[in-house]
């Protein structure tokens, strides 16, 4: 097994982007109850991280069909290490009150591209 540092070393002296961020998949642990009444402080928790820039991206995931919904979802984190990462995924009130509970992990972005424009006279913003 490669060490992550040395992994991370070499995608680098390669050209790769090597952006380390955490992802966070995270599933219900309750019943729907649980969740669906820890959404407003959860959704409140992630707009405060977005402020701060400690989210780069969150939301639901499919089934593996595409076509439903399985309670699963990913959360990436902005942070300076995979224990301060662990700290924002457990003081989500999602996973703080148990109604869902998340595997965390290391995520290396080394290739891929975003797309964004921006309407100034429009202000509407497309992301791709």
């Given amino acids: 097994m490669v060490a ?4 991370k070393s070499d995608a680098k002296s390669r050209g790769a982007l090597a952006l380390e961020l955490y992802a966070a998949v995270t599933t219900p642990a309750k019943d729907p109850g649980d ?3 820890a959404v407003p402080d959860h959704l409140a928790y992630q707009a405060e991280l977005e402020r701060a ?8 995931m499919s089934d593996e069909t595409g076509d439903h919904m399985q ?7 902005r942070a300076e290490s995979l224990e301060s990462a662990r700290k924002l ?10 109604a ?29």
């Fill in 89 to 98: 995924a457990e003081a989500d009130p999602m996973h703080s009150s148990g």
């Fill in 53 to 60: 820039g400690a989210l780069a991206f969150a939301g639901p």
């Fill in 4 to 7: 992550w540092a040395d992994y």
């Fill in 100 to 128: 869902r509970s998340f595997v965390l992990r290391r995520w290396m972005i080394n290739e891929g591209s975003l797309s964004l424009s921006v309407g100034l006279s429009t202000k509407g913003v497309t992301l791709t």
């Fill in 35 to 37: 969740v669906k009444a």
């Fill in 71 to 77: 309670g699963m979802g990913l959360i990436i984190y």
